[in-house]
């Protein structure tokens, strides 16, 4: 086995731990941001109130346990990959969050999350990502922000006006779509600490990519949160377990420059099992969520 063969199989090991970690610290999370108060709050409120919260910090460590594999799989192998393997959370979340509720994990639910998964299995293998550069020019990510940003504004906005499942899968969009850009930043950040060792840490906090990574996942922290209140978390980890990877997808090929290397025939495996992640995510939406009352909503 080659080293890269090697680095690709750390990679794959490393995503996993990380998705498992952020799987448990999601669900824990999902229940501090329910019962941390009953009355109506703004994001920041509501993120204020969890600051002070002992639960809420046990699932930031075990979740930041999960970012920090994240980032040395990153570091190891490409976006495309280790995004694509975070999908998993989901299978971890799920009998964790019907634990925690005391309940069972529906026979439709492990149906949808097994989908879930064999599609990112199918992404992974028929896809053959190869990874590209680590770090793309401030140009590059003026061009993301101003083609993202309009979107992840009239999510935001359609938040303030739905309720409930809607309001949350919006929300999760929007955390899901941060997330996305800070996993590739992050691949960046990790990349100027190996290339530069700790003599680069001065290089690094002199760079606009470093403050750009804290503020985005500063605000894909607090729309997290918001999005967990709003609706069940079938409803909101789903939509932000998919738009995690699409977006990082999606960037790892414009601004770092990865590829997918299918064939002929793969493509068309690509569209079919991308159709049936967004099937499964949906139905997941409408399962358990239109079930379970959602707390006062963040305005």
């Known amino acids: 086995m080659d080293a890269g063969l090697d680095r690709a199989d750390l990679a794959v090991l490393f995503a996993l731990g990380a ?17 941390v108060t009953d ?65 069972r994990v529906t026979r439709w639910e492990w149906l949808w999350a097994v989908l879930l ?23 590059a990510w003026t061009l993301v922000i101003a083609v993202l940003g309009p979107t992840l ?18 929300l999760a969009v929007v955390s899901g779509a941060l997330w996305g850009v800070f996993a590739v930043l992050t691949k960046g950040v990790v990349d100027h600490l190996l290339v530069h060792s700790w003599g680069g840490v001065w290089e690094l906090a002199r760079s606009p990519e470093l403050y750009l990574w804290v503020m985005v996942g500063i605000a894909g922290t607090v729309l997290q949160q918001s999005s967990f209140r709003a609706g069940a978390l079938t409803a909101s980890l789903p939509t932000m377990t998919v738009t995690e990877p699409v977006v990082a997808a999606v ?19 690509l569209i079919v099992v991308v159709a049936a992640m967004l099937v499964a995510t949906l139905a997941l939406a409408r399962g358990q969520a239109a079930g379970e009352p959602a707390a006062a909503p963040a305005h």
């Open 19 to 35: 998705a498992m970690c952020i799987a448990i610290g999601d669900v824990i999370h999902q229940r501090s941001a329910h019962r």
């Open 39 to 103: 009355e109506p709050v703004s994001h920041l409120g509501l993120f204020a109130r969890l600051l002070r919260d002992g639960q809420w910090w046990a699932g930031t460590l075990v979740a930041a346990a999960g970012f920090a594999l994240q980032a040395v799989a990153l570091g190891l192998g490409s976006v495309l990959l280790v995004q694509a393997l975070l999908v998993t959370a989901l299978l971890f979340a799920l009998p964790v969050n019907a634990r925690l509720a005391h309940r």
């Open 117 to 139: 998964a064999g599609a990112v299995i199918v992404i992974v293998t028929v896809g053959n990502p190869t990874a590209g550069h680590a770090r793309a020019p401030l140009e």
């Open 153 to 170: 504004v009239l999510c935001l906005i359609g938040s303030r006006m739905a309720s409930g499942t809607v309001s949350a899968v919006l």
């Open 251 to 269: 960037l790892g090929i414009v601004v770092l420059g990865e590829t997918l290397r299918p064939g002929d025939a793969g493509w068309l495996a």
